[in-house]
Each structure stands twice: as C-alpha cells, then as structure tokens.
C-alpha cells in the first residue's frame, strides 16, 4: 500500500545538473530512511545517497562533493540534487525508502521506485 514514484530525469551534457524527485504516498505513519541507488547495464545496483529522517547522510565515494541527498518530510519527498554530471554518471536511478505504515507503525517495510533515466553525453 506504499508507493515511490522517482521523476527529474533525462539527457544532460557533462558538466550539467540535474534534480531527482522521489515521492512516497500510501498508508504511511513515518519514513525512516531513504536513499538514492543507481543501475547502469552489465553492473550491479549501488547505492549513492542515503538520509536518515533526522538528516544524517552517506555518499558513495563516486558522487561525494557532487550529489546532495535532501528530504521534506511533510511532503514524504526525497531530492538528489546533482552538479558537474559526468558520462559515467548514466544509469538508471532508483529510490528506496524504510516506511513505518499505520498498520505496523513500530516496524518499517522496505520499497522501491520503478526508476528514472539519467544519461550524461560527452
């Protein structure tokens, strides 16, 4: 009954920006965590970002200087705001989310969104 829904995508040039939106709605009580991964073909899922509900962050060291991982709470929004995009940057992007539901508000349920489409042109 909880959904992510991931938009901002596209083609930018290197050097470009580009901000990822990821909105949760559904029967939500509260959001833990919530992180940014991303997936580019022949490679494994990685995680980029991720931000506690009282702010706290991790970066991989790939995005660390460049991407900043935000979040509002009262719209249950995560933001992943990036600068200086490189092509190795392409992928697919993903949001994820620990969700406390009103049913079992004491235990959070984990979710995916279906993903959004980065590419970075030389």
């Known amino acids: 009954q909880v959904q992510l829904v991931e938009s901002g995508g596209g083609l930018v040039q290197a050097g470009g920006s580009l901000r990822l939106s990821c909105v949760a709605s559904?029967?939500?009580?509260?959001?833990?965590?919530m992180g940014w991964y991303r997936q580019a073909p022949g490679n494994q899922r990685e995680l980029i970002a991720r931000i506690i509900s009282d702010g706290t962050t991790n970066y991989a060291n790939s995005v660390k200087g460049r991407f900043t991982i935000s979040r509002d709470n009262a719209k249950n929004t995560v933001y992943l705001q990036m600068n200086s995009l490189k092509p190795e940057d392409t992928a697919v992007y993903y949001c994820n989310a620990d969700v406390f539901t009103w049913a079992i508000a004491t235990r959070p349920s984990n979710h995916w969104g279906r993903g959004t489409q980065v590419t970075v042109s030389s």
């Open positions: 559904g029967s939500i009580f509260s959001i833990d965590a």
